[in-house]
């Protein structure tokens, strides 16, 4: 992504102190002869005279280094796609520290005798590759690469330090990095291949892997599955002596006993590098207002996200005055501010194995906390006195620190003196705050003593790498020998604009005893003190307020532990069913097993076909030589684009006003709509908007410039004035309200419905709201378009699914024809839906920005501005009514699906046909009516993704069977083995099928998870605990593939064959990280009856393949494959003549002799495309080409007190018929799985009531990371029929995403247990996400009755839901 080298002032309330000093010159130091900045890349010497200091690194390395393995994900520390590997020599310990850092957030100027290590110095392809390229390749975990690179480095750093790393130290490693694609288990199982022993498939704790077992006892294999997906021996061994050494120089450097002060200047800004404390001191007088810059983990996303600008920084890091450890046994640890949040981990770790366990539970509460703060990446820059000093709201530490009485010793010029880290510090209070001249040296934490007691308590959406919710530090202290509380202290974070503290409560329960009166009296209490307004920020008001207290009843109840610890005769210990309440879940390294077929042993071994061949693109993902866009080289002239977005849903454009932007820097040009030659409007799909708005987040104007700051900083000098106007719809209930649809209903109906009511034992009726998906591909929207000089004519390369839809878009908004326009896609990022029609739209608005400027224009969106403009799956509403009998038959459903679809037309109306010809899933509802209407609303325009409806729709069908469970009193799963298609059968659209390999999966599924004996122990397991609860689903699938329009599900290839014999194989597909083109080459491959090393595929154009559809609906393989599988056909039967004649000849010289007989070595491929047909009217068609099948059982545990819930086990069973690629398959499976399982489970899109996205970015909206993942996952590709396909095969691509939906039904499973034991039986509404909010707030008890509500129509809430 590309940074600017410049900061501006700019003027938010915020920094109007700083700006006062960047105004004033005389407070800038005077610099005649500034110094470098002196550090290494990959073990070459870069010396920086004119960089400016503040440029974050993976700026630096890809502008200025063209290293682009170095990825821009996010820019705020928070996905780990730009991982690097920072070294550096400790002059005191004579040791070199690696540790892994977010280049996102380092600054240049830090980094001054450091060496940095890219994913491009760890191995290369033109060199050697390293052996955690080589294994993350060779193990699949990766799809797209995007992420690979930050895999490779996070890996390599564990390495570096711990060659022979455990599982949990691997797990650790990866859960600062994010991955959208493969859900986790490939990456960590080839990190684990470098653990002493393999742990690779090693069943809990039996260390017996079942690869190795012929007769596995952890799962029954049927006959001829096959469990290895790569070949361990393949792997080049691991020496970690090879490794580069740290460069001498810099040893020298550090150890210079002539150390000076240094400064450097930039083109803004000044970073000075004190050399001594007194030197700091002495800088702080001078420059009261500039940042002490550590780990800029704070500095730099407010610099970043919030506008914050500093003249001047002073950059401490790694003085020996700050960096110490002392400890003593009476008075504590006292640790140096400088110290990393890792170096503060170790530290605590010493402490707490060399004391006694009651003198160290602070230093264990924090430890606790600190395994899950970010990822490690920022848990090693990030330090201990940037934490205390910044103070976050969310902060995990400052509640236990000062829970734990911990102090601060400052340091000015004047001397020493100590502040507490109390009430009054963490609330700001200028009294209890430091002098502007004064820094922290350290902070002490205490020891804590027999009779008190320190805990730290959190909840956040997901384990790791997640701000809290709410978090907590809380201590007491007894007076000797009793319970009577002499001490208390109550610190909560993420409650209000500072950690807060309740003394009042604390000081009114001192000299009470610890008994459940206190409690009661406590929670009454700290509810009044610490009061969350009902439109506080961050919303979730009513669950923050739970949580208050449900932390405060687990501090109690671990207290009453430890007190019945210390006496078991004087303090009765807590209820036994409480005991599970006291501990989190343990963050555990996934594992799991892979069964598929064997290729038949008779198949030729060059026919790669059913073999799991490493993706085509793996290598390069790994050593970062993959190109995505933004890794194209600078196109000569080439100018950055910044968008200008609404700030309005639905308004009148007053006027534009953009006179101060073109006289800003660097800037050439603001596109508005009038510069569009052509259409402006495409199919209802505005570019630039015109005269009105239609949702917050739409294009008005671009600003293009050299540099992508420039254009950023000029982009808000636009003004824009608005009138709003009325109304404006938001929700599906107002869109219903205005009767504001998209398009008109889409229906389908069997049976008699009205008639079948009336003979049915029961009817219930009820509602199901499912809220949408950000599709958080890891590569933003990225387009490259380059005018050329002759005859109009555009190139653009971009990721996208549809280069057909972008050259249409842009033909149409530059007036040209489409033969001068041309689309080249190579690979992208991770798409999921979100790269078919959103790149037109952006490619059209970025065409007509080269075409105005007549330059080259490199449009990359950061991570907030994709969120916000791209939206994603489509928020649903459902209505249902059920018919059915005691007995759980279901005869009659009658449901109506309404789904959010923004402001335009998009792919709305064929999402809504979709999820409305879906909508039985896998049962027979005899009299059935569904029915389905795309709502327009002023949100931006919701598009395709994975699944296309089915995800949301079918949640509904599994709700309705739920209630119906819960009605007859039965099991979900009797109710839908009594419903399940069985035999040879009809969709309600008439369409037949033979559901066979669904009862497969299904009866497979249930008999090797044991779900029934696992059931049962769950149920022991919930009878024996009150606040944990487990529970167990098991979804059964009948998914569908391609397009209800025959047209849209044909292909085209082009394969030519050079005269030395290697191929090239050409199609319309579009690789998005799901191993198209893997797949086609083996596809070639066996046609061809050549090795796979024979050809090569270079990414799809318009030029090559024309009117390509797009690539999605899981029809990649099945189109393309027939297309090629066409082509290589043709080229044989031409070739066949010269191969009779010489049948033992070579395919070399079968290809000279060809062209030597002048045969064309050129062929198109054509696939007409399945024949499909949806009659609308008559609500019938033979929509599909083929169904998939699959089923899944997923068992959890939820946390009843915080609302999180942990994902124990989950059993896949999926209808592949023929793998073609099983690596690829699965990896497809189990991505989709844990996609599906992050839309179920956390996450979460906030819209503001005025319908502005709140969650632009992964601090707000939160992915599954690798903690989220199973901990233990088994997924077997079922073997069937399916002739219709290439080779048999099915195409898997979205099928797992809703098997993600099992994760969803056990928490309701395990929540009902809950609900169940309180005595609430009423049947309670299922929707999704089930986050912890909901979980927590469905698993009522005394603490959700205690919580002041407040009256909906007294306050306007910081966020609604769209659904
Ligand atoms: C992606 C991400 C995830 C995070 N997740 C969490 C989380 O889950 N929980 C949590 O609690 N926190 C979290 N944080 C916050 C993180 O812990 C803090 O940002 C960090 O500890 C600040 O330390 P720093 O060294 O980077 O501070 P810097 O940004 O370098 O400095 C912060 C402030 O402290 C001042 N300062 C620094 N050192 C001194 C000193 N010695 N004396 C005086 N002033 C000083 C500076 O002047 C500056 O104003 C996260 C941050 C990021 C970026
Ligand atoms: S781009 Fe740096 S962490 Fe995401
Ligand atoms: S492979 Fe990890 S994001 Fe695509």
Same mark, same amino acid.
């Given at each position: 992504?590309?940074?600017?080298?410049?900061?501006?002032?700019?003027?938010?309330?915020?920094?109007?102190?700083?700006?006062?000093?960047?105004?004033?010159?005389?407070?800038?130091?005077?610099?005649?002869?500034?110094?470098?900045?002196?550090?290494?890349?990959?073990?070459?010497?870069?010396?920086?005279?004119?960089?400016?200091?503040?440029?974050?690194?993976?700026?630096?390395? !890809?502008?200025?280094?063209?290293?682009?393995?170095?990825?821009?994900?996010?820019?705020?520390?928070?996905?780990?796609?730009?991982?690097?590997?920072?070294?550096?020599?400790?002059?005191?310990?004579?040791?070199?520290?690696?540790?892994?850092?977010?280049?996102?957030?380092?600054?240049?100027?830090?980094?001054?005798?450091?060496?940095?290590?890219?994913?491009?110095?760890?191995?290369?392809?033109?060199?050697?590759?390293?052996?955690?390229?080589?294994?993350?390749?060779?193990?699949?975990?990766? %799809?797209?690469?995007?992420?690979?690179?930050?895999?490779?480095?996070?890996?390599?750093?564990?390495?570096?330090?711990?060659?022979?790393?455990?599982?949990?130290?691997?797990?650790?490693?990866?859960?600062?990095?994010?991955?959208?694609?493969?859900?986790?288990?490939?990456?960590?199982?080839?990190?684990?291949?470098?653990?002493?022993?393999?742990?690779?498939?090693?069943?809990?704790?039996?260390?017996?892997?079942?690869?190795?077992?012929?007769?596995?006892?952890?799962?029954?294999?049927?006959?001829?599955?096959?469990?290895?997906?790569?070949?361990?021996?393949?792997?080049?061994?691991?020496?970690?002596?090879?490794?580069?050494?740290?460069?001498?120089?810099?040893?020298?450097?550090?150890?210079?006993?002539?150390?000076?002060?240094?400064?450097?200047?930039?083109?803004?800004?000044?970073?000075?590098?004190? =050399?001594?404390?007194?030197?700091?001191?002495?800088?702080?007088?001078?420059?009261?207002?500039?940042?002490?810059?550590?780990?800029?983990?704070?500095?730099?996303?407010?610099?970043?996200?919030?506008?914050?600008?500093?003249?001047?920084?002073?950059?401490?890091?790694?003085?020996?005055?700050?960096?110490?450890?002392?400890?003593?046994?009476?008075?504590?640890?006292?640790?140096?501010?400088?110290?990393?949040?890792?170096?503060?981990?170790?530290?605590?770790?010493?402490?707490?194995?060399?004391?006694?366990?009651?003198?160290?539970?602070?230093?264990?509460?924090?430890?606790?906390?600190?395994?899950?703060?970010?990822?490690?990446?920022?848990?090693?820059?990030?330090?201990?006195?940037?934490?205390?000093?910044?103070?976050?709201?969310?902060?995990?530490?400052?509640?236990?620190?000062?829970?734990?009485?911990?102090?601060? #010793?400052?340091?000015?010029?004047?001397?020493?003196?100590?502040?507490?880290?109390?009430?009054?510090?963490?609330?700001?209070?200028?009294?209890?705050?430091?002098?502007?001249?004064?820094?922290?040296?350290?902070?002490?934490?205490?020891?804590?003593?027999?009779?008190?007691?320190?805990?730290?308590?959190?909840?956040?959406? !997901?384990?790791?790498?997640?701000?809290?919710?709410?978090?907590?530090?809380?201590?007491?202290?007894?007076?000797?020998?009793?319970?009577?509380?002499?001490?208390?202290?109550?610190?909560?974070?993420?409650?209000?604009?500072?950690?807060?503290?309740?003394?009042?409560?604390?000081?009114?329960?001192?000299?009470?005893?610890?008994?459940?009166?206190?409690?009661?009296?406590?929670?009454?209490?700290?509810?009044?003190?610490?009061?969350?307004?009902?439109?506080?920020?961050?919303?979730?008001?009513?669950?923050?307020?739970?949580?208050?207290?449900?932390?405060?009843?687990?501090?109690?109840?671990?207290?009453?532990?430890?007190?019945?610890?210390?006496?078991?005769?004087?303090?009765?210990?807590?209820?036994?069913?409480?005991?599970?309440?006291?501990?989190?879940?343990?963050?555990?390294?996934?594992?799991?097993? %892979?069964?598929?077929?064997?290729?038949?042993?008779?198949?030729?071994?060059?026919?790669?076909?059913?073999?799991?061949?490493?993706?085509?693109?793996?290598?390069?993902?790994?050593?970062?030589?993959?190109?995505?866009?933004?890794?194209?080289?600078? =196109?000569?002239?080439?100018?950055?684009?910044?968008?200008?977005?609404?700030?309005?849903?639905?308004?009148?454009?007053?006027?534009?006003?953009?006179?101060?932007?073109?006289?800003?820097?660097?800037?050439?040009?603001?596109?508005?709509?009038?510069?569009?030659?052509?259409?402006?409007?495409?199919?209802?799909?505005?570019?630039?908007?015109?005269?009105?708005?239609?949702?917050?987040?739409?294009?008005?104007?671009?600003?293009?410039?050299?540099?992508?700051?420039?254009?950023?900083?000029?982009?808000?000098?636009?003004?824009?004035?608005?009138?709003?106007?009325?109304?404006?719809?938001?929700?599906?209930?107002?869109?219903?309200?205005?009767?504001?649809?998209?398009?008109?209903?889409?229906?389908?109906?069997?049976?008699?419905?009205?008639?079948?009511?009336?003979?049915?034992?029961?009817?219930?009726?009820?509602?199901?709201?499912?809220?949408?998906?950000?599709?958080?591909?890891?590569?933003?929207?990225?387009?490259?378009?380059?005018?050329?000089?002759?005859?109009?004519?555009?190139?653009?390369?971009?990721?996208?699914?549809?280069?057909?839809?972008?050259?249409?878009?842009?033909?149409?908004?530059?007036?040209?024809?489409?033969?001068?326009?041309?689309?080249?896609?190579?690979?992208?990022?991770?798409?999921?839906?979100?790269?078919?029609?959103?790149?037109?739209?952006?490619?059209?608005?970025?065409?007509?920005?080269? #075409?105005?400027?007549?330059?080259?224009?490199? $449009?990359?969106?950061?991570?907030?501005?994709?969120?916000?403009?791209?939206?994603?799956?489509?928020?649903?509403?459902?209505?249902?009514?059920?018919?059915?009998?005691?007995?759980?038959?279901?005869?009659?459903?009658?449901?109506?699906?309404?789904?959010?679809?923004?402001?335009?037309?998009?792919?709305?109306?064929?999402?809504?046909?979709?999820?409305?010809?879906?909508?039985?899933?896998?049962?027979?509802?005899?009299?059935?009516?569904?029915?389905?209407?795309?709502?327009?609303? #002023?949100?931006?325009?919701?598009?395709?993704?994975?699944?296309?409806?089915?995800?949301?729709?079918?949640?509904?069908?599994?709700?309705?069977?739920?209630?119906?469970?819960?009605?007859?009193?039965?099991?979900?799963?009797?109710?839908?083995?009594?419903?399940?298609?069985?035999?040879?059968?009809?969709?309600?659209?008439?369409?037949?099928?033979?559901?066979?390999?669904?009862?497969?999966?299904?009866?497979?599924?249930?008999?090797?998870?044991?779900?029934?004996?696992?059931?049962?122990?769950?149920?022991?397991?919930?009878?024996?605990?009150?606040?944990?609860?487990?529970?167990?689903?098991?979804?059964?699938?009948?998914?569908?593939?391609?397009?209800?329009? *025959?047209?849209?599900?044909?292909?085209?290839?082009?394969?030519?064959?050079?005269?030395?014999?290697?191929?090239?194989?050409?199609?319309?597909?579009?690789?998005?990280? %799901?191993?198209?083109?893997?797949?086609?080459?083996?596809?070639?491959?066996?046609?061809?009856?050549?090795?796979?090393?024979?050809?090569?595929?270079?990414?799809?154009?318009?030029?090559?393949?024309?009117?390509?559809?797009?690539?999605?609906?899981?029809?990649?393989?099945?189109?393309?494959?027939?297309?090629?599988?066409?082509?290589?056909?043709?080229?044989?039967?031409?070739?066949?003549?010269?191969?009779?004649?010489?049948?033992?000849?070579?395919?070399?010289?079968?290809?000279?002799?060809?062209?030597?007989?002048?045969?064309?070595? *050129?062929?198109?491929?054509?696939?007409?495309?399945?024949?499909?047909?949806?009659?609308?009217?008559?609500?019938?068609?033979?929509?599909?080409?083929?169904?998939?099948?699959?089923?899944?059982?997923?068992?959890?545990?939820?946390?009843?007190?915080?609302?999180?819930?942990?994902?124990?086990?989950?059993?896949?069973?999926?209808?592949?018929? $023929?793998?073609?690629?099983?690596?690829?398959?699965?990896?497809?499976?189990?991505?989709?799985?844990?996609?599906?399982?992050?839309?179920?489970?956390?996450?979460?899109?906030?819209?503001?009531?005025?319908?502005?996205?709140?969650?632009?970015?992964?601090?707000?909206?939160?992915?599954?990371?690798?903690?989220?993942?199973?901990?233990?996952?088994?997924?077997?590709?079922?073997? *069937?029929?399916?002739?219709?396909?290439?080779?048999?095969?099915?195409?898997?691509?979205?099928?797992?995403?809703?098997?993600?939906?099992?994760?969803?039904?056990?928490?309701?499973?395990?929540?009902?247990?809950?609900?169940?034991?309180?005595?609430?039986?009423?049947?309670?509404?299922?929707?999704?996400?089930?986050?912890?909010?909901?979980?927590?707030?469905?698993?009522?008890?005394?603490?959700?009755?205690?919580?002041?509500?407040?009256?909906?129509?007294?306050?306007?809430?910081?966020?609604?839901?769209?659904?």
């Amino acid at each position: 992504m590309s940074e600017g080298l410049l900061r501006l002032v700019t003027h938010t309330s915020e920094n109007r102190s700083l700006r006062k000093e960047a105004l004033c010159p005389g407070i800038m130091p005077s610099l005649p002869n500034p110094d470098k900045i002196i550090f290494f890349i990959n073990g070459r010497k870069v010396t920086e005279e004119n960089a400016d200091p503040e440029t974050p690194l993976l700026h630096y390395v !890809r502008t200025f280094h063209h290293l682009t393995g170095t990825k821009y994900a996010c820019g705020s520390g928070a996905c780990g796609a730009c991982t690097v590997m920072v070294s550096r020599y400790d002059p005191k310990t004579k040791k070199i520290h690696h540790y892994p850092a977010t280049a996102c957030l380092l600054p240049v100027g830090s980094l001054h005798g450091a060496a940095v290590t890219t994913v491009e110095g760890v191995g290369s392809i033109k060199t050697r590759i390293h052996p955690v390229q080589e294994r993350l390749a060779k193990c699949h975990g990766t %799809q797209c690469g995007f992420c690979s690179p930050g895999m490779v480095m996070s890996i390599y750093t564990l390495l570096r330090n711990h060659p022979e790393p455990t599982p949990e130290q691997v797990t650790e490693a990866l859960g600062g990095n994010l991955c959208r694609c493969t859900g986790y288990r490939p990456i960590v199982e080839s990190g684990k291949t470098f653990c002493v022993k393999s742990t690779v498939c090693q069943m809990k704790g039996s260390g017996k892997c079942c690869m190795d077992q012929e007769e596995s006892s952890c799962v029954n294999k049927p006959e001829k599955i096959c469990t290895k997906l790569y070949d361990e021996n393949e792997f080049q061994p691991f020496d970690p002596t090879q490794e580069p050494i740290f460069p001498p120089e810099l040893i020298r450097m550090a150890e210079d006993p002539n150390k000076r002060r240094l400064t450097f200047q930039g083109t803004k800004t000044t970073w000075i590098i004190p =050399v001594t404390l007194d030197d700091l001191l002495e800088l702080k007088i001078t420059f009261p207002s500039a940042p002490i810059i550590m780990g800029n983990t704070a500095v730099g996303p407010s610099i970043k996200f919030k506008d914050a600008f500093y003249p001047v920084f002073i950059s401490p890091v790694g003085l020996p005055e700050l960096c110490f450890a002392d400890a003593t046994d009476s008075g504590g640890v006292t640790i140096g501010a400088g110290y990393s949040l890792a170096q503060l981990t170790d530290t605590l770790l010493f402490t707490i194995s060399e004391q006694p366990k009651e003198k160290t539970q602070t230093h264990r509460a924090l430890l606790k906390h600190l395994r899950t703060l970010a990822g490690l990446q920022i848990r090693n820059i990030a330090t201990l006195g940037g934490h205390v000093v910044s103070r976050p709201n969310y902060s995990d530490l400052n509640p236990i620190l000062a829970a734990g009485n911990a102090t601060i #010793n400052l340091r000015s010029k004047d001397g020493e003196r100590q502040i507490a880290i109390n009430g009054q510090f963490l609330e700001r209070v200028p009294e209890a705050d430091l002098k502007s001249e004064e820094i922290v040296l350290s902070v002490n934490i205490p020891y804590s003593t027999q009779w008190e007691f320190v805990a730290g308590l959190r909840q956040a959406q !997901r384990q790791e790498n997640a701000f809290a919710i709410v978090n907590a530090g809380m201590s007491v202290t007894f007076e000797e020998g009793t319970n009577t509380i002499k001490d208390l202290k109550m610190f909560y974070g993420s409650v209000g604009p500072t950690v807060a503290s309740a003394p009042e409560t604390c000081k009114e329960l001192t000299g009470r005893q610890w008994n459940d009166q206190m409690l009661s009296d406590a929670c009454r209490l700290v509810l009044a003190e610490i009061h969350i307004p009902p439109d506080a920020e961050g919303g979730m008001v009513e669950y923050r307020r739970t949580l208050i207290i449900s932390l405060l009843f687990k501090f109690y109840l671990k207290v009453k532990r430890g007190l019945n610890k210390i006496d078991p005769q004087k303090f009765p210990d807590i209820p036994e069913k409480f005991v599970s309440a006291l501990e989190d879940f343990p963050i555990e390294t996934p594992q799991g097993l %892979q069964m598929f077929q064997c290729v038949d042993p008779h198949q030729s071994p060059q026919d790669p076909v059913g073999h799991p061949v490493m993706h085509k693109s793996a290598i390069k993902h790994t050593t970062g030589e993959a190109v995505y866009c933004d890794d194209i080289p600078p =196109v000569a002239d080439e100018l950055f684009l910044a968008v200008v977005t609404s700030t309005r849903a639905h308004a009148k454009i007053m006027s534009i006003d953009t006179s101060e932007v073109l006289a800003h820097p660097g800037v050439v040009d603001v596109v508005t709509a009038e510069d569009v030659p052509g259409d402006n409007n495409h199919s209802g799909e505005v570019l630039y908007a015109q005269n009105k708005v239609i949702c917050v987040g739409q294009i008005v104007c671009t600003v293009a410039a050299d540099t992508y700051l420039h254009a950023k900083e000029a982009a808000k000098k636009v003004k824009i004035a608005y009138e709003d106007i009325e109304p404006r719809i938001i929700t599906i209930e107002q869109a219903l309200e205005h009767n504001s649809f998209l398009s008109g209903e889409k229906k389908i109906e069997q049976g008699n419905i009205d008639e079948a009511f009336k003979h049915v034992d029961h009817i219930i009726e009820g509602e199901v709201h499912v809220e949408g998906q950000e599709h958080f591909y890891m590569e933003t929207q990225s387009i490259l378009a380059i005018p050329k000089q002759e005859d109009k004519e555009m190139v653009l390369h971009l990721g996208t699914q549809f280069p057909t839809h972008v050259q249409e878009f842009v033909a149409g908004a530059l007036n040209i024809p489409r033969n001068r326009v041309e689309c080249c896609m190579r690979r992208a990022g991770g798409a999921f839906g979100g790269k078919v029609s959103k790149p037109s739209l952006l490619g059209a608005v970025c065409a007509v920005a080269a #075409n105005k400027t007549g330059r080259p224009i490199r $449009f990359i969106l950061e991570r907030g501005d994709d969120m916000l403009i791209t939206a994603g799956r489509h928020p649903l509403y459902c209505k249902y009514k059920i018919g059915f009998m005691e007995n759980g038959v279901i005869k009659a459903a009658d449901v109506e699906y309404y789904v959010n679809g923004g402001c335009t037309p998009d792919e709305s109306e064929m999402v809504v046909e979709f999820l409305v010809l879906k909508s039985e899933n896998a049962y027979h509802i005899p009299n059935f009516r569904c029915r389905g209407r795309p709502c327009k609303t #002023n949100l931006p325009s919701n598009t395709a993704f994975r699944g296309f409806g089915y995800p949301q729709a079918t949640v509904v069908v599994e709700a309705y069977i739920n209630t119906v469970a819960a009605h007859c009193n039965l099991l979900p799963e009797e109710v839908k083995e009594i419903n399940m298609f069985k035999k040879l059968s009809k969709t309600a659209y008439g369409q037949t099928f033979n559901p066979e390999p669904l009862r497969r999966c299904w009866k497979e599924c249930l008999e090797k998870s044991s779900f029934h004996a696992r059931k049962q122990a769950a149920e022991e397991f919930n009878q024996k605990n009150y606040w944990k609860k487990r529970g167990l689903a098991v979804i059964p699938m009948k998914y569908t593939i391609g397009i209800p329009i *025959s047209f849209y599900n044909q292909a085209a290839a082009l394969v030519h064959i050079y005269l030395d014999g290697s191929v090239m194989v050409i199609h319309g597909g579009c690789e998005i990280g %799901q191993g198209l083109y893997t797949k086609m080459i083996q596809v070639a491959s066996r046609e061809l009856n050549i090795p796979e090393s024979y050809i090569h595929s270079n990414g799809t154009s318009t030029v090559a393949v024309p009117n390509a559809v797009f690539t999605a609906g899981s029809m990649g393989t099945d189109a393309n494959g027939r297309a090629v599988q066409n082509a290589c056909q043709i080229l044989m039967a031409r070739l066949q003549p010269i191969i009779r004649e010489n049948p033992e000849g070579k395919w070399e010289e079968w290809i000279t002799k060809a062209f030597a007989e002048s045969i064309s070595l *050129s062929a198109t491929g054509y696939f007409k495309g399945y024949q499909t047909n949806m009659d609308w009217e008559k609500g019938k068609g033979e929509a599909f080409p083929y169904f998939v099948y699959g089923a899944a059982c997923s068992e959890v545990e939820v946390d009843c007190l915080t609302g999180a819930h942990k994902l124990l086990r989950t059993d896949i069973f999926m209808d592949a018929a $023929f793998s073609i690629n099983p690596a690829i398959d699965i990896g497809q499976v189990e991505g989709a799985f844990i996609q599906g399982m992050g839309l179920y489970t956390i996450e979460e899109l906030k819209y503001s009531p005025e319908g502005v996205l709140l969650s632009r970015g992964p601090d707000d909206y939160q992915i599954p990371t690798v903690t989220e993942i199973p901990e233990e996952i088994y997924v077997t590709l079922v073997h *069937s029929q399916n002739p219709i396909a290439i080779y048999s095969s099915k195409g898997l691509g979205e099928a797992g995403m809703f098997l993600g939906s099992s994760v969803l039904f056990a928490i309701y499973d395990a929540v009902t247990a809950a609900r169940k034991e309180r005595g609430l039986t009423k049947i309670f509404p299922m929707n999704s996400p089930v986050t912890p909010e909901l979980i927590r707030m469905t698993c009522m008890d005394q603490f959700t009755d205690m919580i002041p509500r407040d009256d909906p129509s007294t306050f306007t809430p910081w966020s609604i839901h769209v659904s």
